[in-house]
């Protein structure tokens, strides 16, 4: 059974910056390695909204409100996509989640961005 474990996740003052990681334990590389992975977010009585995704040829969305801000990247060979955030807002604050191989979800990982 593959299961995405997310980490990276803490609390961080405005403006700061966190790197979140997603590993896809016990997944195959050629499935992986062909597969888009995304990261969503969960703020407190909101909606589950896309952040960013990349598509296994590396291209990449986000949106709106993290362009310029946030990256995405993914590493095959670790099995693993990451979501760098820079110059990070209150309203980032959310449960941060990975969603990839057409049907898995992360555990979330709490990003708080607070003074």
């Known amino acids: 059974q593959v299961q995405l474990v997310e980490s990276g996740g803490g609390l961080v003052q405005p403006g700061g910056s966190l790197r979140l990681s997603c590993r896809a334990q016990?997944?195959?590389?050629?499935?992986?390695?062909?597969?888009?992975m995304a990261w969503y977010r969960q703020a407190p009585g909101k909606e589950r909204e896309l952040v960013a995704q990349?598509?296994?040829?590396?291209?990449?969305v986000y949106t709106d409100s993290v362009k310029g801000r946030f990256t995405i990247s993914r590493d095959n060979g670790k099995r693993t996509a990451y979501l760098q955030m820079n110059s990070l807002k209150p309203e980032d604050t959310a449960v941060y989640y990975c969603y990839g191989l057409d049907r898995y979800w992360g555990q979330g990982t709490q990003v708080t961005v607070s003074s």
């Open positions: 016990r997944s195959i590389l050629s499935v992986f390695s062909g597969s888009p």
């Open positions: 990349i598509s296994s040829g590396a291209s990449t």
